[in-house]
């Protein structure tokens, strides 16, 4: 009886993928956050799906970033920047009332100031991303450009000297802070949109499970 369960039995799919590291997921897979307390409550314990994976790119790198969603509206970035420690970078979208709230403005406009040169140190100590920010943050970048592909360069290299192909140009501003572990990103795009990131690297175990879309 068991050598004919075991012959019509049916047989389970065979995994196109196997998912090991945040850097595999595709778009629609999911994953989720641990429950560290390193965490802010945005990511801690959260359930996300990719939504979108570009290719930041600049001189001498280029890397993938991965935008995932939860239930809510809060959007969390996953980007793969060279570092010793191979850590992942996760990120948040800051909007106008964020940085508000966090810097002095004036402060902050030094950043966009010759030679760049600025540091920058938060006003406040309680706030919903306080578990990443750093004391003090001095500038390491200045203009310096680079290039956003809607496409996922991960396994390839992006289009050289392709005006049809060569992403969308932005002038980008980086500030370091918490030992080299916490950033403040921001991007300029020749459209004048800005955007600005509060990031900071941690271990890939961070995010406790992966799933791979439709398993």
Do not use: C
Not at 96 to 108: A, C, K, M, Q, W
Not at 144 to 171: A, I, S
């Amino acid at each position: 009886m068991s050598f004919f369960k075991s012959l019509f039995a049916k047989k389970q799919p065979v995994p196109t993928r196997v998912l090991t590291h945040p850097n595999e997921l595709q778009e629609n897979d999911i994953f989720t956050f641990g429950d560290s307390f390193s965490l802010p409550l945005a990511m801690r314990k959260q359930q996300l799906q990719v939504t979108d994976i570009q290719t930041i790119e600049f001189k001498h790198e280029h890397y993938a970033k991965i935008t995932a969603q939860g239930g809510g509206p809060q959007q969390i970035y996953l980007s793969f920047p060279r570092n010793p420690q191979k850590l992942v970078k996760f990120s948040l979208l800051l909007n106008r009332n964020d940085v508000e709230t966090l810097f002095d403005l004036d402060d902050f406009s030094e950043i966009f100031e010759q030679p760049g040169n600025a540091r920058l140190k938060p006003i406040i100590t309680k706030h919903d991303y306080a578990d990443m920010v750093a004391d003090e943050y001095i500038q390491q970048d200045f203009m310096t450009t680079g290039y956003l592909h809607q496409e996922d360069y991960r396994t390839t290299v992006p289009p050289q000297y392709n005006e049809d192909k060569h992403g969308q140009e932005f002038e980008f501003y980086s500030l370091e802070g918490g030992q080299g572990q916490r950033f403040i990103d921001i991007f300029i795009f020749e459209n004048g949109d800005t955007d600005v990131y509060l990031s900071f690297l941690r271990s890939a175990n961070e995010i406790a499970e992966l799933w791979i879309k439709g398993e």
